[in-house]
């Protein structure tokens, strides 16, 4: 069975960082584009960051400069370090796959959602 698992949240003080990591198991030929979201209570989902098989970034304006999102596909792993944290990024973080999954016999595609991970930003 393959999924998603996130790591890394926690308690930190505003100004700290806090670095999240999505690892993926399973029967997993590839993992393709990954991206960070988070929604608080009440708010819509938003989109934090993005990366794709090649490496290429994106980023959602309210973390540029502070957030980088990195792979490491031999581990198939993504992580989302998190510099000057500010109290409004306190929510829950998930992260989003598209993987390559082989049966065996047969190569598919499939998206994949974490369950999340806890970031609170107070002192």
């Known amino acids: 069975q393959v999924q998603l698992v996130e790591s890394g949240g926690g308690l930190v003080q505003p100004g700290g960082s806090l670095r999240l990591s999505c690892v993926a198991s399973?029967?997993?030929?590839?993992?393709?584009?990954v991206g960070w979201y988070r929604q608080a209570p009440g708010q819509q989902r938003e989109l934090v960051a993005t990366i794709t098989s090649g490496g290429s970034t994106n980023y959602a304006d309210s973390v540029k400069g502070r957030f980088t999102i990195s792979r490491d596909s031999a581990k198939k792993t993504v992580y989302l370090q998190m510099n000057s944290l500010k109290s409004e990024d306190t929510t829950v973080y998930c992260c989003n796959a598209d993987i390559t999954i082989y049966t065996g016999t047969s190569y598919y595609t499939s998206v994949k959602w974490g369950q999340g991970t806890q970031v609170t930003v107070s002192s």
């Open positions: 399973g029967s997993i030929f590839r993992l393709n584009a």
